[in-house]
């Protein structure tokens, strides 16, 4: 299904991010060190309150997929359970967020965003102001005309691939949404491993 829409990353409320796998997630407001409102609903299971991203801790996060994460705890260069070092550092099965390569997702913090499209088989339709441009399909980043993920800063891009200059790799059945404003990030993961015990 379609993630309806993500507006206005870096610092400001992302007003909503709706409809993941046919579940209403409400609304997710001020990051940066601000409490998340709520994300509800993810698979059918309710996800209790996020807040207090910026080394605070994650009060909880629960039943994603049918399994319980216990706790997200120590975002902002501390380890993380099952999501590891973030800022510079490998994360399992999402890698090299800040520049590097990032599977799926790409150059968040003012470079391009890729249209990350076939997310366990659904597309997400839309992201939109980021770095304060208006991105349809993840066009027109930072002044520049993308055509489904190409022209990316003035490289060449074949579905999410080479975006500044960093290999991003791209898999249809993929597995998970990133976001990582400026300090930290907030991670929606999924592995082919889970998929198959779904």
Known sequence: ???????????????????????????????????????SSIRGEATSYVSNIRGEAISCVSNIHGEAISYVSNIHGEAISCVSNIRGEAISCVSNIRGEAISYVSNIRGEAISYVSNIRGEAISYVSNIHGEAISCVSNIRGEAISCVSNIRGEAISYVSNIRGEATSYVNTGIMTALNFRTFAIIRLTNSTVQRNL
Request: with cysteine; aromatic share 8%.
């Open 1 to 39: 299904e379609a993630i309806s829409y993500v507006s206005n990353i870096h610092g400001e409320a992302i007003s909503c991010v709706s409809n993941i796998r046919g579940e209403a997630t409400s609304y997710v407001s001020n990051i940066r060190g601000e409490a998340i409102s709520y994300v």
